[in-house]
């Protein structure tokens, strides 16, 4: 092969994905040709395409399109504006997703297949709603074949749901360390005892993760889901199959968490902003972004809580990637999603202070934020304090970081003067001098050009429109 698989894809024979040209494409192996063939054949495809539960894809087989020596086909899926990954998902994010997986597994039966990965990367979330990525997840089902995916399935989806529901929701966080699900013994463990009295958990948590100490040593201690569960199960009816990706249905439906009150998931009910001071934040970060002469196709809104300014850029942009360290202002966030009509935002759980890292094999399977962060503008709103004040980063480290991410910024500057900022202060010694708007303007004109600022009326703070000093964009102050 002259040429390499992304490193997400490398753990599958049956294919990979690779990148040409700035576009993805999937190929299938000559060893997986007869079971695509007759999923493509099986009128199973086109069922989970129009149901939008899978991503479509062209066969480009026959274009120039480089391939490996393997080749079967050459596919090119539709393309996926953002990549999130499971631990950056609200708790109904995460559930919608599993929900998903059970839907298209009892589908998949209906025609005589099996999903053989249950994995909650192969889900990402476009206009609003999961959809499933991954083609060739998909082989035969053969009578009496228990679903290899099982154990898959409970870590990456039912372990967390349950945790983040009964225990804490940021223990949603552990699929950082846990690359291949939560360990179901950890789950058993960490889970109160009462959930033991839960018919679904203590079957396929608690009695799961013990079925897999009884077998450990039988199993050779692979940590192979797919060959622990094909060694350990008996053989299962099509019925039973079904019966148990119904319970798993239920057992999902059943994890239920109300987000609870917390400082910034009720932001915008204690804001000091007056009605009109927020009218006035809202009409500038229009024109800001109506300003800007060039596409955007994504917009990063940093430190967006429930979304508020984010649904004023979703209007000018291709997709908005709302992020937030709260994850009940995301929950609010996406829960909200699914009652509008636009659905170019996408809630995700990012904590700037510690974002997302790049794990797995080398450090590679997964990006890290940085990697994937690459967007045409950033909003920061209401944030730049935060991070200064509340996690000591310097203004200048803020700056560069924003310049090597976007080429537009829509930045607010909350002086030390306002509420917001004397309540940080109020609990530690002021150690910022330089954090005032001068300090705040001539760290960032180190990376940026400074295009518009105005002061945000019945307030203290200043919005400011500024472009990346390495940009070649052309801006119209008439747009």
């Known amino acids: 092969m002259t040429f390499d698989a992304l490193p997400s894809s490398f753990r599958d024979p049956s294919g990979f994905v690779f990148a040409e040209n700035d576009r993805i494409y999937r190929q299938v192996n000559k060893s997986f040709a007869e079971s695509f063939d007759q999923f493509i054949a099986s009128g199973l495809y086109e069922v989970l395409v129009a149901k939008n539960y899978l991503i479509a894809h062209e066969d480009v087989t026959a274009s120039t399109v480089k391939r490996g020596p393997d080749c079967h086909r050459v596919l090119a899926p539709e393309i996926v504006p953002y990549i999130s990954y499971p631990y950056e998902w609200s708790f109904s994010q995460l559930k919608d997703a599993a929900m998903l997986t059970l839907r298209i597994q009892t589908i998949a039966l209906q025609h005589g297949y099996i999903l053989k990965d249950a994995s909650a990367y192969n889900v990402q979330f476009v206009n609003g709603k999961p959809v499933f990525i991954d083609t060739l997840s998909f082989e035969p089902y053969s009578e009496g074949t228990p679903w290899v995916a099982y154990r898959q399935f409970c870590q990456h989806f039912l372990a967390p749901l349950a945790l983040m529901a009964r225990v804490d929701v940021g223990l949603g966080k552990l699929l950082v360390t846990y690359i291949d699900g939560i360990p179901l013994s950890l789950a058993s463990s960490l889970l109160p005892l009462t959930t033991r009295l839960s018919y679904s958990l203590q079957t396929h948590i608690h009695l799961h993760a013990k079925m897999q100490e009884t077998y450990a040593d039988a199993a050779g201690s692979s940590t192979s889901s797919k060959n622990s569960n094909a060694k350990n199960q008996r053989q299962l009816s099509k019925t039973g199959l079904q019966a148990i990706v119904e319970s798993l249905a239920s057992a999902i439906q059943s994890q239920q968490w109300t987000p609870p009150q917390t400082e910034w998931g009720d932001y915008y009910d204690n804001t000091n902003y007056t009605d009109g001071s927020t009218g006035e934040k809202r009409r500038l970060v229009e024109e800001y972004l109506v300003s800007i002469d060039s596409p955007l196709s994504v917009v990063h809104d940093l430190g967006a809580n429930t979304g508020e300014f984010s649904r004023i850029a979703a209007k000018h942009a291709g997709l ?39 794990i797995g094999w080398g450090n590679e399977e997964r ?11 950033i909003m920061a709103l209401a944030l730049v304090h935060h991070l200064a004040i509340s996690n000591n980063t310097p203004l200048g480290h803020i700056a560069a970081l ?78």
């Open 320 to 358: 908005v990637v709302s992020q937030d360290i709260d994850p009940v202002a995301v929950e609010r966030n996406y829960r909200r999603l699914s009652t509008e009509t636009h659905k170019n935002i996408l809630p995700l759980l990012q904590d700037l202070y510690a974002p997302s890292p790049a």
């Open 367 to 377: 990006d890290s934020f940085r990697q994937r962060g690459q967007c045409d503008a």
């Open 402 to 479: 924003f310049a090597e991410l976007a080429q537009w910024l829509v930045i607010e500057f909350v002086p030390k003067s306002d509420s917001q900022v004397e309540r940080l202060l109020k609990t530690r010694d002021d150690v910022f001098p330089h954090y005032n708007r001068q300090g705040f303007e001539e760290a960032f004109s180190q990376y940026f050009t400074l295009i518009k600022d105005q002061a945000v009326a019945g307030s203290e703070r200043r919005l400011y429109l500024m472009r990346s000093l390495s940009s070649a964009e052309t801006f119209s102050d008439d747009a």
